[in-house]
């Protein structure tokens, strides 16, 4: 990252070159992650493992991610620690060169856990950071920091496909660069992020005009968790056995299932970077509607939908329910203002929990039914987007609050 760049975008308030970095780095964290997921067909046959011993290995993945993210938010909120992002790349690099080396089933699984701690460290501070950027367009900002880590998620099993399938597990070892790189590139955000000031304790919000009961903000966050649990289930479906689906249902080969792969998470990116600016302009809890309940009728016919109508479905679904997570974050967040690294941290910490669990259970229910039986079950989550008219209307007291600090 220039430091000049930093310098002048801290000066004149245009913080957009910051929150670019931050979404670069997203994109290396997640391009990291999705490699790994994305090389489950050579784990499976060159270590013989179960669906449900995928599963395990997601889940290991992604509680280690999510366990720490709400105790890593929360500690700096008060005690902010800039520095604490490159750290997190360190851990990374740990794990992807874990998973190059590895010859027993114990060591892919501290591979995903050392991945997961990174994500853990990174997440929560560099979503505060993609904030402290945003100025007033919230959603925006998240979505710009989101869509980095999706488009590094889709583009991990096109890698996968030319560089490890071909050359086998050793290969892995070259995505250490991407960590590096992210070292590299964090080090200057971090910097800007201490010369702002912005690394110092916070002072407590002032309470806002007509601001929500803790007794609703408390309703409101289960609501949303229970959303995010019905989202991240059903991408579950598709991180850890989409792949497998396409081979076993339609015999497609391993290299065109990391292609079918990487037009789903395409499709994933472009909606992250949708929802957030959408939510901005219409409201977020009118795209939380729109984008779980409305994936239903895509969700029932994907299947009983032909390989081309599959993975037509599979984009439009990709598209719309990926919306959802900018819109479900910067919600919370605004309901819990003076705790913006405990909120994003609980939430992507939600997303890596859940993802894990749901993984694990599914590839349980596969290796006792079918993968295909597994679609079907999973077709019926977004019924849960009912729960969305028990959240607060708070989206035109944002924008008002967004306008008046704009004239100011």
């Not at 249902?249 to 395409?266: E, G």
Request: hydrophobic content about 50%; aromatic content about 12%.
């Amino acid at each position: 990252m220039n430091q000049a760049a930093l310098h002048k975008s801290s000066a004149v308030g245009l913080t957009f070159p910051v929150l670019l970095a931050a979404s670069v780095c997203h994109f290396l964290n997640d391009l990291m992650q999705s490699v790994f997921t994305a090389t489950y067909p050579l784990f499976k046959s060159g270590f013989d493992l179960t669906f449900g011993q995928i599963g395990l290995l997601t889940f290991t993945y992604q509680m280690s991610a999510s366990i720490f993210q709400p105790l890593i938010g929360h500690y700096t909120d008060g005690k902010p620690q800039p520095y604490s992002l490159p750290f997190a790349s360190a851990f990374s690099m740990a794990g992807i060169l874990t998973l190059s080396m590895a010859h027993t089933y114990g060591l892919l699984l501290l591979g995903g856990a050392l991945l997961g701690i990174g994500s853990s460290i990174f997440h929560p501070e560099a979503s505060r950071v993609a904030r402290l950027a945003a100025g007033t367009s919230h959603g925006l900002a998240q979505s710009i920091f989101q869509v980095g880590g999706n488009l590094g998620s889709s583009v991990g099993p096109l890698l996968v496909a030319f560089i490890v399938l071909p050359r086998g597990l050793n290969s892995l070892s070259w995505f250490a660069l991407a960590a590096l790189t992210g070292m590299s590139i964090l080090i200057g955000i971090s910097r800007w992020y201490k010369r702002n000031g912005h690394a110092k304790r916070g002072v407590k919000p002032a309470v806002q005009e007509g601001a929500l009961s803790s007794r609703r903000v408390g309703a409101a966050i289960f609501i949303l968790t229970l959303l995010m649990l019905s989202k991240t289930f059903y991408l579950a479906s598709f991180d850890s056995f989409y792949q497998f689906y396409l081979m076993h249902h339609f015999s497609v080969s391993p290299k065109d299932a990391q292609l079918c792969m990487f037009t789903f998470l395409a499709a994933v990116a472009a909606g992250t970077l949708v929802g957030g600016p959408v939510g901005d302009r219409i409201g977020r809890k009118k795209v939380i509607w729109g984008s779980i309940l409305g994936i239903l009728p895509f969700t029932l016919a994907l299947p009983y939908a032909s390989l081309w109508g599959t993975i037509a479905l599979s984009m439009v679904i990709g598209f719309v329910l990926a919306s959802a997570f900018s819109a479900i974050v910067v919600f919370a967040q605004s309901l819990v203002p003076g705790r913006i690294g405990m909120i994003s941290g609980v939430f992507f910490g939600l997303l890596f929990g859940f993802g894990g669990l749901g993984a694990a259970l599914l590839g349980s229910l596969a290796d006792w039914t079918s993968i295909e039986f597994v679609y079907k079950v999973c077709s019926f989550f977004p019924l849960m987007g009912l729960l969305t008219v028990f959240l607060p209307n708070t989206d035109r007291g944002s924008r008002a609050a967004s306008r008046a600090h704009g004239k100011q």
